[in-house]
């Protein structure tokens, strides 16, 4: 299993353009989460997807879109950055019906928005 | 309003000693608390789970306790080792919506 992957690794954008963050995982994980780690501030959820077609929002939704149409897949589309959306973006999974199942976290995408 | 705090100072820590850290939580009611390791340019990896109505947990050298009346967990590290140091971080059950909420996190630094 390779687990929990992310693309890019690294990503600079200008402020306005748009982009999509890619996270997949090969573990038939029906929980699917995107957060922001920033200095200071700890993991922040953006939004999270308990099942293909399901998605909802978490502390920190705006400026980000999600969809959710299979299983493996959980891209995160920034519509237009904003210098406020630098920071580190990691995509996590679990099952959905053990809350207490281990969440596995992906290597993460460090974005800067000039 | 609600919060998770874990001591924004690094903990240095001598080889061989028991590493502790403390994380504090307001306003949450949580039915379980995690604990994650995370490197330099990774993401977490998770280490324990311990629920409400347990009192302490153990892997390896590691313990965690959980005490829901003064909302705190403790995270022990014993024998610590060089390759222990990382930051640490609590996280818990935000509500019954399957979200997590994170702590900050604590650096440990073990001195050989």
């Known amino acids: 299993n390779a687990g929990v992957t992310q693309t890019p690794k690294f990503q600079v954008l200008k402020t306005g353009q748009s982009m999509t963050l890619q996270c997949a995982q090969d573990?038939?994980?029906?929980?699917m989460s995107w957060y922001r780690q920033d200095p200071g501030m700890g993991l922040r959820l953006i939004h999270y997807?308990?099942?293909?077609?399901?998605?909802d929002q978490g502390e920190v939704p705006n400026g980000y879109n999600v969809s959710r149409s299979t299983t493996e897949d959980f891209p995160l589309r920034l519509l237009s950055a904003a210098p406020s959306q630098t920071s580190v973006y990691f995509c996590?999974?679990?099952?959905?019906?053990?809350?207490?199942?281990?969440?596995?976290f992906g290597p993460g995408t460090r974005l800067t928005v000039l | 309003s609600q919060k998770i705090e874990q001591n924004s100072e690094a903990l240095n820590i001598q080889e061989g000693k028991t590493a502790t850290l403390t994380c504090n939580y307001t306003?949450?009611?949580?039915?379980?608390l995690q604990w994650y390791r995370q490197d330099p340019g990774r993401g977490p990896v998770f280490l324990l789970l311990?629920?409400?109505?347990?009192k302490e947990k153990r892997k390896e050298r590691l313990k965690v306790t959980f005490d829901t009346t003064l909302k705190q967990s403790l995270f022990h590290i014993t024998a610590s080792q060089p390759a222990d140091s990382a930051t640490y971080l609590c996280?818990?059950?935000?509500?019954?919506?399957?979200?997590?909420?994170f702590g900050k996190g604590n650096q440990v630094v073990v001195i050989p």
């Open positions: 573990m038939n994980h029906e929980y």
């Open positions: 997807s308990v099942g293909a077609g399901i998605t």
């Open positions: 306003n949450y009611s949580p039915a379980y």
């Open positions: 996590a999974s679990r099952r959905a019906h053990h809350r207490t199942d281990t969440q596995y």
């Open positions: 311990i629920r409400e109505n347990e």
């Open positions: 996280a818990l059950e935000a509500d019954g919506n399957n979200r997590l909420a």
